[in-house]
């Protein structure tokens, strides 16, 4: 049985990167791999200090390429894309270099302003394939890297029922409590300033399930701390009790590479006060009707009067756009059009 190894910074959280990582892997498995993880942090099979976000020390050469010399195939998510950890994406190019590797960029570097300056990412080899996420951002990958990349949009299987009153009961929120869930890690991008707006104007509750990284912490503090609404930070690991749990889903980015609570919401059949980044502007050409974060009025008005038809679209829409089945044919595709299928 060929192996396919996973090799990121990081496996087993709640990030977007690791949530869809964990569906490839899914999908590998169904094509007859045997697929081990490799990152520097977290829940995974092989650990190489120096891969981790903020690694102090680049990772030892030789560890990296032993950890992953039983690989036929390497998935590399994001870590040779976005330079979280410059020294470790160079030390993964050159143990990678002349390898069958499928590159699954998420967030380019040029998204985010601290990382414009960076020019030596994405790496690119000729024996590599790369994945973009959407159009727009294989069109990047071809113009500004001279990087061809097939598209695959992320996909989401089929919801599970969640535990509503189990969940808010946990969390100690009443039935008649309006709930506002922002699922999200806590960073600048990530809009919570306008989340707690929301919440504020809603009269409701601020529910944050995310960390605090990117030395966001003081200022997250702070605006916990000065929020005119009652604030629950505090993680849940089941996607379903979240949503169940949820009255409002609050995706307020100001940029995303994918973003996936829009879509998970959706298939959860809850609303969502989605911000203006690019991909989002994408669904809502799709057709999806997300409500603007500053919209208050519009969210309290669905609240009273739920409208099952904005949830029915919304649904119907993720299912027909960023279903299992469709990330499954696009792997294949890739994977026999490589000659990487085993």
Known sequence: MPTAAFLSFRFGRTDGVSIVAGHW??????????????????????????????????????????????????????????????????AAGKVLAGRPVIQHHHDPPWHRERFAHVTELPLDDPAWRHVALTPFAAEELRERCGIQAVVIPNGFPEPLPGDRSGQRASLGVADDEVLITHPVRAIERKGVPAAIALAEALGGTYWLLGPAEEDYGPQLERLLAEARCRVIHRSCDVEADIYAAADVVAFPSTWEGFGNPPIEAALHRRPAAVGHY???????????RFFDPGDAAGVRAFLDRPDEGLLDRNEALARQHFS??????????????AGWMP
């Open 324 to 337: 299992m089945a469709r990330v499954r044919a696009g792997l294949a595709r890739l994977l026999e059009e």
């Open 25 to 90: 892997m899914d999908e590998l498995r169904g094509f007859g791999f045997r697929v081990v993880t490799v990152a520097g942090a977290g829940d995974v099979d092989r650990t190489v200090p120096g891969l981790e976000i903020g690694a102090t020390e680049a990772p030892d050469a030789d560890a990296l390429a032993e950890a992953l010399a039983d690989a036929d195939l390497v998935v590399v998510e994001n870590l040779c894309t976005i330079p979280l950890n410059l020294p470790a994406a160079r």
């Open 278 to 288: 690019r991909v989002a502007e994408d669904l809502r050409s799709l057709g999806f």
